[in-house]
Nanobody, 121 residues
Framework: QVQLVESGGGLVQPGGSLRLSCVLS????????VGWYRQAPGKGRELVAD???????TYAESAKGRFTISRDYTKNLVDLQMTSLKPEDTGVYYC???????????????WGQGTQVTVSS
């Protein structure tokens, strides 16, 4: 089992910045990938950015050049630094940890409770 707790959301004006943090606990050694997802009102969750344990990073097109994902293994932390925020970045941001499975351990996804980000003037 892996537990995730997000923090750092809030209300910010367009053009502003926010830093989201996701603290991981539990069986962290089983995690292959950690990602940040956004769920806008009335829509499904979509990937914003993720980072593999080996360091490979993927960004959604909407996040490229504005958002930076990073992982601190000493603090069991995955951060999402968001700059130049736009109203369309509004939503609940969720952290997800993925375990891709082994011959003795089935694959599994773990989600945090989410943190609200509102970009509005």
């Amino acid at each position: 089992q892996v537990q995730l707790v997000e923090s750092g959301g809030g209300l910010v004006q367009p053009g502003g910045s926010l830093r989201l943090s996701c603290v991981l606990s539990g069986n962290i050694g089983s995690v292959n990938c950690v990602g940040w997802y956004r769920q806008a009102p009335g829509k499904g969750r979509e990937l914003v950015a993720d980072i593999l344990t080996g360091g490979v990073i993927t960004y959604a097109e909407s996040a490229k050049g504005r958002f930076t994902i990073s992982r601190d293994y000493t603090k069991n932390l995955v951060d999402l630094q968001m700059t130049s925020l736009k109203p369309e970045d509004t939503g609940v941001y969720y952290c997800k940890a993925e375990h891709w499975g082994t011959p003795t351990s089935p694959e599994n996804d773990y989600w945090g409770q989410g943190t609200q980000v509102t970009v509005s003037s």
